[in-house]
């Protein structure tokens, strides 16, 4: 099975700054990497996939990067409805698994 | 706008079973990949089983191998979920997702685009 592994577990950031998620694939994936963005007490909403390309409705402050097994997720200038955890996720070989997810949360 | 509804959590005893379903709407059911992911309370996500549009190709996560069986009825736009043998770390909300598809310079790439709300499973005495 590949690990995911996201750091860090939570990032505080004040709004407008410039927050950097990353995630460490335990095997090289490619770009076999998505994004998902989760608000509490709401379901998943897939954010980036093929590790760089934007989901429809999402702003171009969100950008993915990476391949292999390094990736990583930046928000360029964070705003309010952005606090909330990030899930990368992986595919190969017919199985998905999930990273713990980092938690953004207002400093 | 595509809609998942899941249905079928509850309350089950250790050792017992249960079957979700998910009514999918707003889109050409039969020509999606689908999906059940799961989420324990205050956790991370797991996926756990995914099937073909066909039903001809179907995945299993190690967690839930041999007691968890997905399948699909294409003409009724429903996705099912049969939990057997359930145990405490069951307990979950469980979610159906449509699974799309993607190619690149790198390749096939398979992700969740659509989710429903989920249903909560509650394994306990």
């Known amino acids: 099975e590949i690990v995911m592994t996201q750091s860090p577990a939570t990032l505080s950031v004040s709004p407008g700054e410039r927050a950097t998620l990353s995630c460490r694939a335990s095997q090289s994936i490619s770009t076999n990497l998505a994004w998902y963005q989760q608000k509490p007490g709401q379901t998943p909403r897939l954010l980036i996939y093929g590790a760089s390309t934007r989901a429809t409705g999402f702003p171009a402050r969100f950008s993915g990067s990476g391949s292999g097994t390094e990736f990583t997720l930046i928000i360029s200038s964070l705003q309010s409805e952005d606090f909330a955890v990030y899930y990368c996720q992986q595919y190969k070989d017919w199985q998905w698994t999930f990273g713990q997810g980092t938690k953004v949360e207002l400093k | 706008q595509v809609q998942l509804v899941e249905s079928g959590g509850g309350l089950v005893k250790p050792g017992g079973s249960l079957r979700l379903s998910c009514e999918a709407s707003?889109?050409?059911?039969?020509?999606?990949?689908m999906s059940w992911i799961r989420q324990a309370p205050g956790k991370g996500l797991e996926w756990i089983s995914y099937?073909?549009?066909?039903?001809?190709?179907?995945y299993y996560a190690d967690s839930v191998k041999g007691r968890f069986t997905i399948s699909r009825d294409n003409a009724k736009n429903s996705l099912f979920l049969q939990l057997n043998s359930l145990r405490a770390e069951d307990t979950a909300v469980y979610y159906c997702?449509?699974?799309?598809?993607?190619?690149?310079?790198?390749?096939?790439?398979?992700?969740?685009?659509?989710w429903g709300q989920g249903t909560l499973v509650t394994v306990s005495s």
């Open positions: 997702a449509r699974v799309m598809e993607d190619y690149d310079s790198n390749g096939h790439h398979l992700f969740f685009d659509y």
């Open positions: 707003k889109f050409t059911f039969g020509d999606f990949y």
């Open positions: 099937i073909s549009s066909g039903s001809t190709m179907i």
